[in-house]
């Protein structure tokens, strides 16, 4: 089964400044990779998935953006942060059989 | 109307008590339907999938009723392990229409 690594874990960062989040995924080959952000009180959105390398699609306009360089890597950035950015920031894959969703154990990020 | 709704709680329950969650959504084109559980500032984890004919777990026991759209869970002889946060998760078709609720809390109780 597939295993989803994200880093870091926490990250505390002031308005205005850059974001990188990466996540890996091992166990599995070309698989279809989600990012969500679940604030407080909320479900998780949706926010890009991507279906092989270089493919990008956005699910809400925002001030993020996403990239995959390579098959196993996805990544969450923004060049400026606002505080709406604050959240918890999960990396996903399908798992198997159409059994549902393997997360990441998450980024929780605090824009001050 | 939302496209998944459950009702936040929480659900505070004694230790061996039984308790069930209902979670209702929108679509009646939905197709497939999880229940994940979620401990505090931790990623979700599937708990079990819902299918049309119910499906059981231990414990726990998942039931979909389509005519009136909603899913259900059900958990009996509460442990204490148990206390977390329950989302449910409903997919309309394709890996862009799945949607999450924003789950119950339940305490399980000594």
């Known amino acids: 089964s597939q295993t989803i690594h994200q880093w870091p874990a926490t990250l505390v960062q002031p308005v205005g400044s850059p974001l990188s989040l990466e996540c890996t995924v091992e166990?599995?080959?070309?698989?279809?990779l989600y990012w969500y952000r679940q604030a407080a009180g909320r479900g998780l959105q949706l926010l890009f998935y991507?279906?092989?390398?270089?493919?990008i699609s956005s699910e809400v306009p925002q001030n993020l953006s996403a990239s995959r360089p390579q098959d196993r890597q996805f990544i969450l950035s923004s060049k400026k942060l606002l505080l709406s950015d604050s959240g918890f920031y999960l990396c996903?894959?399908?798992?198997?059989?159409?059994?549902?969703?393997?997360f990441g154990s998450g980024t929780r990020l605090t824009v001050v | 109307r939302k496209e998944v709704e459950q009702d936040p709680g929480p659900f505070n329950v004694p230790e061996g008590a039984t308790v069930a969650f209902n979670c209702t959504y929108s679509?009646?084109?939905?197709?497939?339907f999880f229940w994940y559980r979620q401990d505090c500032r931790k990623e979700p984890k599937l708990l079990m999938s819902?299918?049309?004919s119910g499906n059981e777990d231990g414990r726990f026991t998942a039931q979909l009723n389509r005519a009136s759209q909603y899913i259900s869970l059900l958990i009996r002889d509460s442990k204490l392990s148990d206390s977390a946060t329950y989302l449910c998760?409903?997919?309309?078709?394709?890996?862009?229409?799945?949607?999450f609720g924003t789950g119950t809390k339940l305490q399980v109780i000594p």
């Open positions: 166990g599995t080959s070309n698989p279809n």
């Open positions: 996903a894959c399908p798992q198997g059989g159409g059994e549902g969703y393997t």
């Open positions: 991507s279906v092989g390398i270089g493919q």
């Open positions: 679509n009646s084109a939905s197709q497939s």
């Open positions: 819902v299918y049309s």
């Open positions: 998760v409903v997919n309309s078709g394709g890996y862009q229409k799945v949607t």
